[in-house]
């Protein structure tokens, strides 16, 4: 049996076991959803232990990413909170001709080299907390992906995404002004409104069993009230759990579940000061970096400042991590004894534990150059008691948490999925108790969420998708093999694709085949080309050694003009070197990023300028070779005193002559490559504005 935090995983949960392997040997985007209790977050946790691809995980609000284990998205791609739209300026790779505005994605996002390396080397990405993410903000991390991965034309630039939530929970954190603006292009504010998930529909999975509740009448009431179906009948029976005369203290810990922050900071105050032992404040405490909201006040699992006494009633806030499992996550219990660094919390079941001191982490992702991987590194801890006080809390904090006693306030519900939240939220139809009752009007479904989960994919597809994700998984992992010439592998990866799909006699797998190949011979050919030239650079040089050998009689004035030369052809040759590898660079940039073209159009011309240089500097040095012959030819009598000096001229000539052969050859290439340029700038030129703006290079 796997155990994940003291969770052991449930071998024969088919929907479980499906999203591992897609994750696993696929690059299929990913939804990830289930009702309350089925194990959403189970799977993050074991997705995160498991996974061997570099991995971030991102969470839309503070709490969510400590608890998820990872960074808010806005943290990670530096994002601002307002929406963006549409072709929005601050996204495109260029500005257009003639505008003056010069805000580009560069500028919008000005990431350190860290974080494009990150970026760049990032195979899986994990967003929790789906549900609450804008459809805007998903386009741009589609966006951000695509620009700095430099591969346009892949959704996420070809990072595996995978979504986890439940839509039909919590709603997008989006306000009455930010959705004015946004609505004008999008559907609806969810995540599935977004273009990049409209245009690549994501592997729609629902993990199916529920391990919060075991009684099927209770079950199916929830499944009734998440898609608003429940009838008037099942609604006056579920409104027979509203009792008003109730008590919340009673010997079960019942927790109040409420809509607002008001109502559980009133009742919590109130029943605390009706405790008549003394108050026992204990201090946390934040080191280094930690999450700050609006205010500038720390984004805290719990008060910073916990104030207790005896009898309040509290909350656990983190699992045992312990042999015996003692407590776990949202367990009610009451406060037995308080020392200065001691609490002991008693239990409806009259069990007592000494509960310790706990750390929360804020992590970033660094880049660890020698493992080449992404890795985690902690960036700031607050360190205090896993407690917080729990006679109420609000139905957006109780997400997922479990309650075996819970009295609901819901009479005032104004969001999407509230009532469906809280009421899931316990164990038990027994153990539910209505400080309000629910009026029809409060049981919400967003329509939207309805229709989108209708495009659930059918589980007699799933093994189908799951096939042809690891074959789509396996053939570009040939791609990349065969790139960096690892035929060995490639074999092995185009054995394991076959199993899955053979794409041997398909029209695209012909298409790839026959360009591959013909890349392979022309780089054979292109070799022997060298060779050849190769050999008459060989013969010419040993003609010119012949001849230089007759004409030993240079003098040290020679010599020293020799010198001079060869220094000024060694500056020449190695700015040959930087402006070819300028021109690559430029030739690079020409394929992805239209915004360069008149860039390069003056860099192609100051090339040609310095060519035209290079072609007068060798004739230069062509007369100069001609007039030291000629001047070799009135020094003979002086051979015999400049013996010695000749011996190392013929060496240093000899040199000089192979340094002009290959200056030439160079200057040829960069003619070549100038022309591939000229032409280049012009197919660019021609490409329609309408081209242009879908992105076409």
Known sequence: MTTIENIDLDKNNVEFNNASEFVKHTDKLIYLTGKAGTGKTTFLKSLKNNTTKNAVILAPTGVAAINAGGQTIHSFFHLPFGPFVVNDKRLRSSKELGDLEDTTIYSTFKYKEEKKIIIKQLELLIIDEISMVRCDTLDVIDKILRVFRQKPFLPFGGVQVILIGDTFQLPPIADFAQWEILKNYYESPFFFSSKVV??????????????????????????????????????????????????????????????????????????????????????????????????????????????????????????????????????????????????????????????????????????????????????????????????????????????????????????????????????????????????????????????????????????????????????????????????????????????????????????????TASKFVSYKSKQQFLFTDYQVIKSEKEEIKAKLLINENENIEFESKIEEQNRGLKILLEKTRDHEKLLENELHKTKKLNSEIIQLKSENEKYKSENLTYKTEIQHLENKKNELKKIKETKVLEINLLNKENIKLENKISNFENEIIGLKTKQNILEDINRKNEIEIERQKNLKWYQKLVGKK
């Open 198 to 515: 409209i245009e690549n529909k994501p592997v729609y999975i629902e993990l199916k069993k529920i391990y919060r509740q075991k009684e099927q009448e209770f079950i199916d009431l929830l499944n009734k009230i998440r898609v608003n179906q429940i009838n008037d009948l099942e609604l006056n029976d579920l409104n027979k759990k509203y009792n008003p005369t109730f008590s919340s203290n009673g010997i079960n810990n019942h927790i109040i579940l409420s809509t607002t922050n008001a109502q559980v900071n009133q009742t919590n105050a109130t029943k605390l000061d009706e405790i008549k032992s003394e108050t026992k404040i204990f201090e946390g405490k934040v080191t280094g970096i930690f999450p700050k909201d609006s205010k500038g006040s720390f984004v805290l699992p719990t008060e910073q400042n916990l104030h207790l006494k005896v009898g309040a009633q509290i909350m656990i806030l983190k699992n045992d991590s312990g042999e015996f499992k003692r407590y776990f996550n949202g367990r009610i219990g009451k406060v037995l004894s308080l020392e200065d660094d001691k609490i002991i919390v008693e239990f409806s079941d009259e069990s007592k534990v000494q509960v310790e001191k706990t750390s929360w982490n804020n992590i970033q992702y660094v880049w660890n150059k020698e493992k080449r991987k992404i890795e985690e590194t902690t960036i700031g801890t607050f360190t205090q008691y896993p407690l917080r006080l729990a006679w109420a809390i609000t139905v957006h904090k109780s997400q997922g948490l479990t309650f075996e006693h819970v009295y609901a306030d819901l009479g005032n519900a104004f969001e999407d999925g509230q009532v469906y939240v809280a009421l899931s939220r316990c164990t038990s139809l027994s153990g539910l108790v209505l400080k309000s009752q629910i009026p029809r009007n409060k049981i919400r479904t967003n329509n939207n969420v309805i229709e989108f989960a209708k495009t659930e994919t059918p589980s007699t597809l799933i093994v189908q998708e799951l096939n042809s994700g690891k074959a789509d998984y396996f053939y570009r992992r040939i791609r990349e093999d065969i790139k960096t010439l690892n035929f060995n592998e490639a074999y092995n990866n185009f054995i394991k694709a076959l199993k899955f799909r053979n794409d041997i006699e398909t029209e695209i797998f012909k298409k790839y085949f026959v360009t």
